[in-house]
Every structure is written in structure tokens, then in C-alpha cells.
């Protein structure tokens, strides 16, 4: 699964930088890259594997910043702003966190 921009996002780099700018969000932890094959299961192997690296928390707030979508809340809204993009960082540690735990589990098979 992977995340593809497109011209609503708004990147401030422009549409032809939409290989960096999916980089930027699996590398942030915006986006997390993952495989599920359910015929592993059946091999008695774990069916979800996680691709992505342990990303850098420090760019995820830079990232959000990179795209007019939410750089623009920002501006007309920026406390609700701040708690929004606080609270999309917070869950996407969760979520990162919970696929390492799907990806770590043995397969009871």
C-alpha cells in the first residue's frame, strides 16, 4: 500500500515532485508501508509485513507543512491547527507501533 499525492494536496513542491514528496511521507511516518498476503497464513507465516523503516518523528510536523491542504488550515486556524497536526503525529506513532507488533507475531500454525 502506498501513498500517492495528487494535485488537491497541494504540494508545495510541485506534481512533479511526487516521488520526494511520498518519500518525505513514509521517511516522517505520515504514511507507513505494509504487505498482507493471507496464503502466508496458510505456509503457517505471517501474512502482514511491515516495509517501512522506524521513520523520523522530528519531520512529521515538516511534512504536514510541505502540502497547501494543511498548510493552509494553519494559517486561518493555527491553534486548531497545532491540535490537529499533534494529534495526526500521535496517531501515527500508534498505528506505526501496533503494525511492529503485527509484524513481529509468530504465526500459531
Not at 505471517?46 to 494559517?75: C, H, I, M, Y
Request: glycine fraction near 6%; aromatic fraction near 14%.
Amino acid at each position: 500500500i502506498a501513498y500517492a499525492p495528487c494535485i488537491n494536496h497541494g504540494l508545495k513542491a510541485g506534481m512533479g515532485k511526487t516521488q520526494e514528496q511520498t518519500d518525505l511521507a513514509v521517511k516522517s511516518g505520515y504514511w507507513h508501508l505494509y504487505r498482507y498476503n493471507p496464503l502466508h497464513e496458510k505456509e503457517g507465516k505471517n501474512p502482514f509485513t511491515l516495509d517501512s523503516k522506524e521513520p523520523n518523528w522530528a519531520e512529521f510536523q515538516n511534512f504536514l507543512g510541505s502540502e497547501v491542504r494543511f498548510s493552509s488550515l494553519k494559517k486561518l486556524f493555527p491553534k486548531e491547527a497545532d491540535e490537529l497536526f499533534n494529534a495526526a503525529e500521535e496517531s501515527a506513532k500508534w498505528r506505526y507501533n501496533s503494525y511492529k507488533q503485527l509484524a513481529s507475531r509468530e504465526n500459531s500454525k
